[in-house]
């Protein structure tokens, strides 16, 4: 018998399975966290890539820092306060300097759910804000990308004298990457910004861990650079969420500085398709909502063989994390009815999720655990479970003895590949 462990919100749920199946556990790479995270983050700092220096904005009036928002697990509490002291040793009042949070096409936080982010301190001292991509009055537009994505950002951010951005650097299922820019480029842009930029994603390059050639990321590298993005502060995390390796500096130089070192963590690769995989998106908050955790989807699917089943291991606590999407999908009677829906109306963000999920769930079978209401699921196209025995003892009778199952419990975060 093998035992996993595979993350589900907060906890973590038990897998035990046959030791006739061929049983394989597809995780990143173990990295030991740095031991002293502050000092990496003021080492980052004092030693930023690319010739970009925060001593040459000493002069700066007003500072915008883009951060995330609570669906992704960013360590604020590292990486913020070295920063901020470093800004504030320039002699640059706190009063002059604003937290963004990039929300992109998410609802806007509200400002009670802040502290979910950042701590105590820092929400004394500074002035947060977040960033709502429906209010044009707060948007200023800078053009168009050669690929002609209209650059709208907040016009906070955009008409600070320097702009940085913080998050993590990670795998994206079409974007590549995350990390650099794409925390102001798209979590501070506007509505329509957003939506030409991922429409991109339907072209074949738009991949995950692609980068130098991949058009949806160069465009949202192009409009960083209409925007004016001066620095970024990047980490790299383990799948336990502690800084690996800090990154600091001109954006474009950090990408290509922390693409490898990702590459080198959470690249996997694989002999063969799988019959069965399990997947987690990684817990909270990679699994807060559907919107989120379709990206382990997509991570299983590209190693599971058609006509082959994917359990989806996610909680879901907030529900899809998109009307649009939910109110798009409600009523279709197939995932294939879906694709060809989506075909005939062209790309939009919310209805774009239920493509994706369609997309890798019409040639397999999509088993989901999840503390969604089972109504709401099956409205989702998809077959609900209220755990994991229940969903295994489903998928586990039409398996041959010799079947081949693998396990993703950082999904999100993991880069399977196949030999």
């Given at each position: 018998?093998?035992?996993?462990?595979?993350?589900?919100?907060?906890?973590?749920?038990?897998?035990?399975?046959?030791?006739?199946?061929?049983?394989?556990?597809l995780?990143p790479?173990?990295?030991e966290?740095?031991?002293?995270?502050?000092g990496?983050?003021?080492e980052?700092?004092?030693?930023?890539?690319g010739?970009?220096?925060l001593?040459?904005?000493?002069?700066?009036?007003s500072?915008?820092?883009a951060?995330?928002?609570?669906?992704?697990?960013?360590?604020?509490?590292?990486?913020?306060?070295?920063?901020?002291?470093?800004?504030?040793?320039?002699?640059?009042?706190?009063?002059a300097?604003?937290?963004?949070?990039?929300?992109g096409?998410?609802?806007?936080m509200?400002?009670?759910?802040?502290?979910?982010?950042?701590?105590?301190?820092i929400?004394a001292?500074?002035?947060?804000?977040?960033h709502?991509?429906?209010?044009?009055?707060d948007?200023i537009?800078l053009?168009?990308?050669?690929l002609?994505?209209?650059?709208q950002?907040?016009?906070?951010?955009?008409?600070a004298?320097?702009?940085?951005?913080?998050?993590?650097?990670?795998?994206?299922?079409?974007?590549?990457?995350?990390?650099?820019?794409?925390?102001?480029?798209?979590g501070l842009?506007?509505?329509?910004?957003?939506?030409?930029?991922?429409?991109?994603?339907?072209?074949p390059?738009?991949?995950?861990?692609?980068?130098?050639?991949?058009?949806?990321?160069?465009?949202?590298e192009?409009a960083?650079?209409?925007i004016?993005?001066h620095f970024?502060?990047?980490?790299?995390?383990n799948?336990?969420?502690?800084v690996?390796?800090?990154?600091a500096?001109?954006?474009q130089a950090?990408?290509r500085?922390?693409?490898?070192l990702?590459?080198?963590?959470?690249?996997?690769?694989?002999?063969?398709p799988?019959?069965?995989?399990?997947?987690?998106?990684?817990?909270?908050?990679?699994?807060?909502?559907?919107?989120?955790?379709?990206?382990?989807l997509?991570?299983?699917?590209?190693?599971?063989?058609?006509?082959?089943?994917?359990?989806?291991?996610a909680?879901?606590?907030?529900?899809?994390?998109?009307?649009s999407?939910?109110?798009w999908?409600?009523?279709?009677p197939?995932h294939?009815?879906?694709?060809?829906?989506?075909?005939?109306?062209?790309?939009?963000?919310?209805?774009?999720?239920a493509?994706?999920?369609a997309r890798?769930?019409a040639?397999?079978r999509l088993l989901?655990?999840?503390?969604?209401?089972?109504?709401l699921v099956?409205?989702?196209?998809?077959?609900?479970?209220?755990?994991?025995?229940?969903?295994?003892?489903?998928?586990?009778?039409?398996?041959?003895?010799?079947?081949r199952?693998g396990?993703m419990?950082?999904?999100?975060?993991t880069?399977?590949?196949?030999?």
């Amino acid at each position: 018998m093998s035992e996993f462990s595979i993350p589900y919100g907060r906890t973590k749920l038990t897998i035990l399975l046959n030791g006739a199946f061929q049983t394989e556990l597809l995780a990143p790479a173990r990295a030991e966290p740095v031991a002293d995270p502050p000092g990496a983050v003021r080492e980052a700092l004092d030693s930023p890539l690319g010739g970009a220096r925060l001593a040459d904005f000493a002069h700066a009036r007003s500072v915008a820092i883009a951060i995330n928002d609570k669906t992704r697990p960013v360590p604020h509490a590292v990486l913020l306060p070295p920063l901020l002291h470093a800004l504030e040793g320039l002699g640059i009042a706190p009063g002059a300097i604003t937290l963004v949070v990039a929300t992109g096409l998410h609802a806007p936080m509200p400002e009670a759910e802040f502290v979910q982010i950042l701590p105590a301190d820092i929400l004394a001292r500074y002035r947060v804000i977040s960033h709502d991509a429906a209010a044009a009055a707060d948007l200023i537009s800078l053009g168009k990308t050669r690929l002609g994505t209209p650059v709208q950002v907040n016009r906070l951010f955009g008409q600070a004298d320097l702009r940085v951005v913080v998050g993590n650097l990670e795998p994206h299922q079409f974007m590549g990457f995350s990390g650099g820019v794409k925390t102001a480029a798209i979590g501070l842009g506007g509505r329509d910004t957003i939506n030409q930029n991922h429409a991109l994603m339907l072209d074949p390059r738009s991949d995950l861990a692609r980068y130098d050639d991949n058009p949806a990321r160069q465009d949202v590298e192009e409009a960083g650079r209409m925007i004016g993005i001066h620095f970024a502060l990047n980490a790299v995390i383990n799948e336990n969420k502690q800084v690996v390796r800090v990154l600091a500096g001109e954006p474009q130089a950090v990408m290509r500085a922390g693409v490898p070192l990702v590459l080198q963590l959470y690249q996997v690769r694989v002999a063969a398709p799988f019959d069965l995989l399990i997947a987690s998106p990684g817990g909270h908050p990679k699994d807060i909502n559907l919107y989120q955790a379709q990206k382990a989807l997509g991570h299983a699917a590209r190693v599971t063989r058609q006509g082959g089943t994917v359990i989806l291991v996610a909680a879901c606590l907030e529900g899809t994390g998109s009307p649009s999407y939910e109110n798009w999908v409600t009523g279709m009677p197939s995932h294939q009815a879906v694709l060809e829906r989506f075909q005939r109306e062209g790309f939009r963000i919310g209805p774009h999720k239920a493509f994706q999920i369609a997309r890798d769930a019409a040639p397999r079978r999509l088993l989901l655990v999840t503390e969604m209401p089972p109504d709401l699921v099956r409205k989702l196209l998809l077959t609900p479970f209220p755990n994991l025995e229940a969903a295994l003892a489903t998928a586990l009778p039409s398996l041959a003895p010799a079947a081949r199952i693998g396990i993703m419990p950082w999904a999100n975060a993991t880069i399977p590949t196949l030999a």
